[in-house]
């Protein structure tokens, strides 16, 4: 049985796949499973063996068909119901790891004792690079709903039993998901690797990737809202709500809304104002490529 189950879905974007495969084939940590769920709607069938490495070579890889999942949470949970691992890992197909993300993880989560973990992870832009979550050991309190990064490549956790990712949201269930585990588990903080253990690639010019709507997004904020919400003092449930409508009118170009509504960002520190610029530039479409989404 291996220690570690990597759960990587593909759609169509076989031009990037063989990147993302390599990076957990060079893992430092070797006693893992790669699931490929392959979810091709236009391109060819994914085989194992057209990895370096892969396929017969390496029996720790398999490629498990999933045509019909509607999204990728439904591809992950494919890979949910097969994994084998005690620890789950995920990968985006156009992300890769770095080659100690898994062993940094594992350690993490088992000198602390923590079911998920975090790491920090380093997004390739046009013309520049930004690392995220690599200043800070630990999310607790208030920084889990406002400040930890879930993005699916950055989460590690225990086998969650029969809990999976919510099939109704399009884009933020890694979010969702994330926050239903915690309160299953009884966790409080979630510890991080505060490395860049990920590179995130984006592709600017995916104007159908389903994150970049907003109204995915927002059902995903509002979800968590509704069902966490409470656990976190009013000034922290206020600024939530207030990221999420500038998320929203940001991905629907909105940019005079959201100039207005991040004014409410102004009193609070340099990290809200670079989310309301950030928000701002990507709204109207300046320097494209060149920011977060």
């Not at 060079?26 to 893992?32: I, R, V």
């Not at 985006?92 to 973990?117: G, H, I, M, N, T």
Request: one cysteine or more; glycine letters at 8%.
């Amino acid at each position: 049985m291996p220690l570690i189950t990597v759960i990587l879905p593909t759609r169509d974007r076989g031009g990037v796949l063989p990147r993302a495969v390599a990076s957990v084939l060079a893992q430092t940590e070797p006693d893992w499973e790669l699931l490929i769920i392959d979810n091709n709607r236009k391109e060819a069938p994914v085989a194992a063996g057209q990895f370096p490495g892969g396929g017969v070579a390496d029996p720790r890889l398999q490629v498990l068909p999933a045509p019909q999942a509607k999204n990728a949470a439904a591809a992950r949970n494919a890979g949910l119901a097969t994994a084998r691992g005690k620890w789950i890992a995920y990968l985006d197909d156009d992300d890769a790891y770095r080659p100690e993300k898994l062993r940094c993880q594992l350690a993490l989560a088992e000198r602390a004792a923590s079911p998920l973990v975090l790491c920090g992870a380093e997004f390739h832009l046009r013309g520049r690079t930004r690392r995220a979550q690599c200043g800070t050991p630990e999310w607790r309190g208030e920084d889990l709903l406002l400040r930890a990064r879930w993005n699916t490549s950055l989460l590690f956790h225990r086998h969650p039993g029969e809990l999976r990712f919510d099939e109704t949201l399009d884009a933020g269930e890694d979010g969702e998901f994330a926050h239903r585990f915690l309160a299953a588990a009884g966790a409080s903080a979630v510890p991080v690797a505060a490395l860049p253990l990920v590179d995130v690639y984006q592709d600017a010019a995916a104007a159908l990737r389903t994150n970049l709507r907003g109204e995915a997004g927002w059902r995903a904020a509002r979800r968590i809202w509704r069902q966490f919400g409470k656990k976190y003092p009013p000034s922290a449930r206020r600024l939530f709500v207030l990221r999420a409508c500038i998320t929203r009118a940001k991905l629907r170009g909105d940019w005079r809304k959201v100039a207005r509504l991040g004014t409410g960002l102004l009193c609070l520190g340099p990290e809200q104002w670079r989310f309301g610029l950030n928000a701002l530039f990507l709204s109207l479409g300046w320097f494209p490529g060149r920011w977060v989404s």
